[in-house]
């Protein structure tokens, strides 16, 4: 933006000033600074374009915490939009990144979300008969695609902890980002979202559309369509290829999961073939950790789930088995010996 060298609605530029350059505060009228730059420029800028130097140090130390976070996701901004200092539309901003920017998400964290008082909706109670009425008939028609729990308390909305081109760190909305998924995955996931879709192999289909014709194999993880949920996804879905009828197939379904990033891709070996594995992390109690600095919620107990894909089929690998070893009084037909001296009487 640009210096101005005086307080009124017709007024000369002095200097163009970017974002991240330093600036001396000379005075101060209302909510307006007078500045002076490194160049010697001196004139007027909104105080609302400028932060101070500890916040910017905030900004700055965000960014070397992350430098090298592993990326769990990718995604694309849907329109210009501010980088946070944390979750929340009222923090600071530093940021401004255009539309279209590519981003790199690194962590997903959940905050009330700001609605006025007239917008917050009253529930009425209901009689008893009416209430378990409905209560029977949920658990009779329940979505197989609604969330397997959904926390109570007021309304929430998701962000994201992204890294820019140039390495600017910061909270994004997340309605303002699309997660970059295959265009061919489009229309698969149902009635849920994706939260991430990650390539394990590709198979040879001369008559598939895919360039020097191979097809990518994937495994998906999705969500409800609702933000707050304390996890990231409650949905593990595998697409094979079909190399006879040409199309894409759901060869597994893990559900009613609570699902954390990130996904692991890598590669085994089983019975002497290189196969392709995914793993990631599941809550195995009902304990949830939330940051009141950031609402990044994480649970107190989780595990670790791997699979392997061998041919079209998904199979889960566990820990490797103990081998039973047998008792030493145990003889090799497997009966049990008597001491000795005892003997089998009969009446």
């Given at each position: ?179 970059n998924i295959p265009q061919e995955l489009n229309g698969l996931a149902g009635e849920q979202r994706y ?153």
């Open positions: 933006m640009f210096l101005r060298d005086r307080l009124a609605p017709v007024s000369n530029r002095v200097a163009e000033v970017k974002n991240g350059e330093r600036l001396q505060v000379v005075s101060e009228d209302r909510r307006f600074y007078k500045v002076k730059t490194d160049a010697g420029a001196v004139g007027w800028i909104d105080d609302r374009a400028v932060i101070d130097q500890k916040t910017y140090d905030k900004f700055a130390a965000l960014s070397r915490e992350n430098a090298h976070s592993p990326v769990v996701v990718t995604g694309m901004l849907r329109d210009e939009s501010n980088v946070h200092l944390a979750p929340g539309r009222g923090e600071e901003h530093f940021y401004m990144l255009p539309a279209n920017t590519k981003l790199e998400l690194l962590m997903r964290a959940s905050v009330e979300k700001p609605m006025p008082a007239q917008a917050v909706p009253v529930p009425l109670p209901l009689p008893k008969k009416q209430e378990s009425a409905k209560v029977k008939k949920e658990k009779k028609k329940r979505d197989p695609n609604a969330p397997p729990y959904v926390p109570q308390g007021p309304p929430m909305e998701d962000w994201w902890l992204v890294r820019g081109p140039q390495g600017q760190t910061g909270w994004v909305l997340s309605r303002m980002i699309d997660i939260i991430g879709a990650y390539q394990l192999r590709t198979v040879e289909d001369p008559k598939s559309k895919f360039p020097n014709g191979q097809a990518p194999e994937y495994v998906a993880v999705t969500n409800a369509w609702m933000d707050g949920l304390p996890y990231d996804f409650d949905q593990v879905n595998v697409f094979t290829w079909d190399t006879k009828r040409h199309r894409y197939e759901l060869a597994f379904r893990d559900r009613d999961i609570e699902g954390y990033l990130p996904v692991t891709i890598g590669n085994a070996v089983f019975n002497g073939q290189t196969e392709p594995t995914f793993s990631f992390k599941v809550a195995t109690g009902n304990d949830v950790a939330i940051d009141p600095a950031t609402g990044v919620a994480r649970p107190a107990q989780m595990t670790t789930e791997t699979y392997r894909l061998e041919g079209d089929l998904v199979k889960r690998v566990g820990p490797p088995e103990t081998p039973k070893t047998a008792p030493a009084a145990e003889k090799k037909n497997g009966r049990g010996s008597r001491a000795k001296g005892s003997r089998k009487r009969r009446r």
